[in-house]
């Protein structure tokens, strides 16, 4: 599998999403892609309890750990590469987690309109960081 190239929604080089817990189709911490990832984990999001509920109760329970898979189970705060479709889908249902738009591969630029993304994007205060 090779990874496309790592580059985010605003042109730069792709940002780290999370490592802790790491996230990203490679779990490799970023939001990166390869043509095998079907479901386009590309959008690097902000868990919130109400997006959590939101996507468990459409079928993709993120907050319940599954040792299995070495997933430890999301909670509010934590960021995670979403597939791009499931933030769509929950940004037209009133649901979206905030969105880090420097950690979010452009690929998801083929599923979720830029305005959206910034609609959600995470504003950092200037001077912040």
């Not at 189709?25 to 309890?49: E, I, K, L, P, Y």
């Amino acid at each position: 599998m090779e990874p496309d190239a790592p580059i985010n929604v605003l042109g730069e080089p792709l940002a780290p999403c999370s490592t802790d817990p790491v996230t990203g189709f490679f779990r490799d911490g970023a939001c990166n892609t390869c043509a095998q990832d079907q479901g386009s984990h590309t959008v690097c999001a902000v868990m919130t309890a109400e997006f959590l509920a939101y996507s468990k109760y459409v079928g993709n329970d993120l907050s319940t750990p599954r040792p299995e898979f070495r997933f430890p189970g999301l909670v509010p705060g934590d960021q995670w590469c979403l597939c791009a479709g499931r933030f769509r889908q929950a940004a037209e249902e009133g649901a979206a987690p905030q969105v880090h738009l420097a950690a979010t591969h452009r690929k998801a630029l083929e599923i979720v309109p830029m305005e959206m993304l910034e609609a959600h994007a995470i504003q950092h205060p200037a001077g912040d960081g």
